[in-house]
């Protein structure tokens, strides 16, 4: 059955839509359907989920909706582990190991500030401690946090983002890095 779909062109390729073609064209038509029929003044999505909050943000700047949206911060565990509905998925072994993808990032942020703008190695030693800790990593990716862009040596606000596979749960998160 053919009907509209609402499309955040660029944005949703990249990163998890790459991992996941279609996923954000669904995301992004179920949520533009919602905003039309309740009409909030506000929406809040969690920055754990960063790319698919710039692209709700985009849609809705895009589409004229007046809609205000509220990004809330990540809530993790004592561990660091980004709290989610996947966790659940996860062996007491991989509950274990899950940690060590929030330790791939905090490496990877204080690689950045403490000066290196290497960002290809960066991204290649976050991928390599995911995979030491028994993740199949999606990606690790150092992104300039306003569009996702590539960053350039002088941009200053930027974010790493990881997703990968432990056991049969997909498991996201990032890390902000403002140098």
């Known amino acids: 059955c053919e009907t509209t779909r609402v499309v955040v062109p660029g944005l949703s390729d990249i990163l ?8 954000f064209q669904g995301v992004t038509t179920v949520v533009t359907v919602l905003f039309n029929l309740v009409q909030p ?4 999505f969690g920055e754990k989920d960063y790319q698919q909050l710039l692209i709700i943000r985009r849609m809705a700047e895009d589409l004229h909706l007046p809609v205000r949206i509220v990004g809330v911060p990540t809530v993790r565990d004592s561990d660091g582990l980004a709290l989610s509905s996947r966790n659940a998925y996860l062996t007491a072994a991989e509950r274990a190991a899950a940690p060590r993808l929030y330790a791939a990032l905090a490496e ?3 690689m950045i500030t403490g000066g290196d703008r290497d960002y290809a190695a960066v991204e290649s030693r976050a991928r390599e401690r995911l995979a030491a800790a028994g993740f199949r990593p999606d990606y690790a990716a150092v992104r300039r946090a306003a569009d996702l862009g590539p960053p350039g040596t002088a941009d200053d606000d930027l974010i790493i983002l990881a997703a990968g596979w432990l056991g049969r749960a997909r498991l996201i998160d990032n890390l902000r890095v403002r140098r």
Do not use: F, Q, T, Y
Not at 16 to 23: E, L, S
């Open 108 to 110: 990877a942020r204080d």
């Open 16 to 23: 998890c839509g790459a991992a996941r073609p279609g996923h």
């Open 41 to 44: 003044d506000a929406a809040v």
